[in-house]
C-alpha cells in the first residue's frame, strides 16, 4: 500500500475466507426467515412502534451514529429515531434478517447500508434493493431542499451511485481506487489494456514488480474486483456477462500475482515485522523497482505526494480494462445510509439523512473526498502545518505548498472521469472468488471457470428475483 495510507491505517493485511456455496440457496433462508416473522405475534417491533417513532436498522459491529441520533432526537419533538441492531449472537452483522424483515414489508425506516471492510463495499446489496424497489430516491429531496440541491454537491461519485437515473443512498465522503504509476512509464491516461499494462512492464528494471511484492492474489482481487463485478450483473434481466472478454482479463491480471504475501509469513503481532517488510517495500519503490502503486487516493495533497514519490507526475492509470472505460472506482469512506420505501415519514427521514450532505466547515488537507462543495472546496487546497514524510526515514518529504492550477485542474479531470463505485453485491463477491480457487490452483482452465461463475452467480440472481 502507498505510504498514505500506512501512514493512517498502520499496516494493510488481508485475510479473506471462502464463503460456502450455499449462499446461492440465499432466497430460501430469506423466505423461511419471512415465514418466521409472518408466524410471530402480530406486535413485532415495526408494526408496535408509535407512528411518531423512526426505527433506524444498524448493521455495524461498531454500533449506530449515536451522536447524530441523539442530536436529532433532541431537536425533533414530533419524531424520534429508535435504533434497532441487525447483529447475531456473535455481533456480525446479520443482512439476511433484515432483508427478510423487507421484504415483508416489515423493515425499518432509515438504514445503515453496513461496511464489509474485506471488500471495500456495503454490505447490503444496494443495486439489487434499489432495482426491486426498496429504497427511497434521494435525488427529489436534494433537490428540493433550500441548503442544498445537486449544485451543492460534487456529482461525480453521486453519479456513479445512481440506479436507472435515481440516487438511494447518502454518504459523506468517498475515495479513489486506482493504480498510480510515473506518467513517464505508464503514460499520461486514465485507462489501460492488460496488454499496454504488460508493455509499461516490459520498460522496467530487472527484479521489478508490477505492485508492491506484498501484494498477493487475494488483495489484487479485492482491490479490482469489487469495482467491476457490477458490470457483469443486470439485475432488471437477471442475466449475467462473465463469459466475456472484459473478465477474462480481470482474472488473468490477478493470476499473475503470487498466491502468498511476505506477510503470511510473519506473525502478524510483530510489529517490527511488519514494519522491517514494509520499509523494504518503500525502499523498492523509491529505487524504481515497482511500477504501480495501488493507491486509495483522497484529496488533492495525497496526488502531490506522490508525484513527489514517483519523481514526477504521476498518472492515475488504473486497474487493466477490456472496454476502454476509466480503470478508477470511488469507494465509500464512512458510513453509508438509505431510506426504506415503505418509510412511515420519508420527510423526518430525510432531515434526518440530509445532515450528511450538509457542510461541516472543517479544513482538511489529508483525507477522503468530501461530497458536499463547500467542504471540497475548502480542504481542495489546504496547507498542513507541518512536513509530511515517508515514515521509515528514507529521506521522502513533502513540504506543504499551494497546489498550482493545472494540479488543481488535472485533480478534478481525474474526480470527474470515474463514473464506477464499489457498491458490488457482497454474495456475488464471495462466490467469484470461491469459483477462482481452483483456477488459481491450476486444478481448472480458464473457460470451465468462467462457466462455473456463470451458473453460480446466474443461479444466485435468478433464486434472488
Given at each position: ?38 408466524a410471530c405475534s402480530a406486535g413485532t417491533q415495526s408494526q408496535s412502534c408509535p407512528e411518531n417513532v423512526l426505527i433506524y436498522a444498524n448493521l455495524n459491529e461498531r454500533g449506530s451514529n449515536r451522536e447524530a441520533i441523539d442530536e436529532f432526537n433532541r431537536t425533533h419533538e414530533d ?29 425499518p425506516d432509515i438504514i445503515d447500508m453496513g461496511y464489509d471492510k474485506d471488500a471495500f463495499t456495503t454490505i447490503m446489496p444496494y443495486r439489487r434493493m434499489a432495482q426491486a424497489g426498496y429504497l427511497e430516491d434521494l435525488w427529489p429531496y436534494v433537490e428540493n431542499d433550500p441548503e ?89 434481466t437477471g442475466e449475467c456477462n462473465f463469459d466475456s472478454e472484459g473478465f477474462r482479463t480481470l482474472v488473468e491480471f490477478v493470476a499473475s500475482f503470487p498466491e502468498k504475501s511476505p506477510f503470511d509469513q510473519i506473525d502478524g503481532s510483530d510489529f517490527k515485522a511488519v514494519m522491517e ?189
Amino acid at each position: 500500500m502507498i505510504v498514505l495510507l500506512l501512514e493512517e491505517k498502520g499496516m494493510v493485511a488481508f485475510s479473506k475466507n471462502l464463503k460456502d456455496f450455499s449462499k446461492v440457496c440465499f432466497c430460501l433462508v430469506l423466505l423461511t426467515s419471512v415465514l418466521l416473522l409472518a408466524a410471530c405475534s402480530a406486535g413485532t417491533q415495526s408494526q408496535s412502534c408509535p407512528e411518531n417513532v423512526l426505527i433506524y436498522a444498524n448493521l455495524n459491529e461498531r454500533g449506530s451514529n449515536r451522536e447524530a441520533i441523539d442530536e436529532f432526537n433532541r431537536t425533533h419533538e414530533d419524531v424520534q429515531i429508535e435504533v434497532r441492531d441487525y447483529l447475531d449472537e456473535e455481533g456480525k452483522e446479520d443482512k439476511t434478517r433484515l432483508l427478510a424483515e423487507i421484504i415483508a414489508g416489515k423493515g425499518p425506516d432509515i438504514i445503515d447500508m453496513g461496511y464489509d471492510k474485506d471488500a471495500f463495499t456495503t454490505i447490503m446489496p444496494y443495486r439489487r434493493m434499489a432495482q426491486a424497489g426498496y429504497l427511497e430516491d434521494l435525488w427529489p429531496y436534494v433537490e428540493n431542499d433550500p441548503e442544498l440541491g445537486r449544485d451543492a454537491l460534487l456529482e461525480a461519485p453521486l453519479k456513479a451511485a445512481e440506479v436507472d437515473g435515481g440516487l438511494y443512498i447518502a454518504f459523506r465522503a468517498v475515495r479513489i481506487n486506482t493504480l498510480v504509476g510515473a506518467e513517464s512509464v505508464v503514460g499520461d491516461r486514465t485507462s489501460w489494456t492488460l496488454e499496454e499494462l504488460m508493455e509499461a512492464f516490459a520498460s522496467m528494471p530487472p527484479d521489478s514488480t508490477i505492485l508492491d511484492y506484498l501484494f498477493s492474489r487475494s488483495s489484487v482481487f479485492t482491490y479490482i474486483a469489487c469495482m467491476c463485478l457490477d458490470d457483469y450483473v443486470d439485475w432488471e434481466t437477471g442475466e449475467c456477462n462473465f463469459d466475456s472478454e472484459g473478465f477474462r482479463t480481470l482474472v488473468e491480471f490477478v493470476a499473475s500475482f503470487p498466491e502468498k504475501s511476505p506477510f503470511d509469513q510473519i506473525d502478524g503481532s510483530d510489529f517490527k515485522a511488519v514494519m522491517e517488510l514494509n520499509r523494504e517495500a518503500a525502499e523498492r519503490r523509491l529505487s524504481g523497482k515497482q511500477m504501480l502503486e495501488a493507491a486509495m487516493l483522497g484529496k488533492l495533497e495525497e496526488l502531490l505526494y506522490l508525484d513527489l514519490e514517483f519523481g514526477g507526475k504521476a498518472a492515475c492509470v488504473g486497474y487493466p480494462v477490456g472496454d476502454g472505460s476509466v480503470g478508477s472506482s470511488f469507494f465509500i469512506a464512512g458510513r453509508s445510509l438509505a431510506i426504506s420505501s415503505t418509510c412511515r415519514n420519508k420527510e423526518a427521514a430525510w432531515d434526518f439523512i440530509r445532515q450528511t450532505y450538509l457542510p461541516t466547515g472543517k479544513r482538511e488537507p489529508l483525507g477522503p473526498i468530501p461530497i458536499n462543495l463547500k467542504d471540497y472546496e475548502m480542504s481542495k487546497n489546504c496547507r498542513k502545518a507541518v512536513e509530511r514524510e515517508d515514515g521509515f526515514g528514507l529521506g521522502v518529504k513533502f513540504e506543504p505548498r499551494s497546489a498550482t492550477a493545472e494540479e488543481e485542474q488535472r485533480y478534478e479531470n481525474l474526480i470527474n472521469s470515474i463514473d464506477k463505485i464499489d457498491l458490488c453485491d457482497k454474495t456475488v463477491f464471495d462466490l467469484v472468488e470461491e469459483c477462482l480457487g481452483p483456477y488459481f490452483a491450476g486444478d481448472k482452465t480458464l473457460d470451465e471457470t468462467v462457466e462455473m461463475i456463470q451458473n453460480r452467480v446466474g443461479l444466485y440472481i435468478s433464486e434472488s428475483q
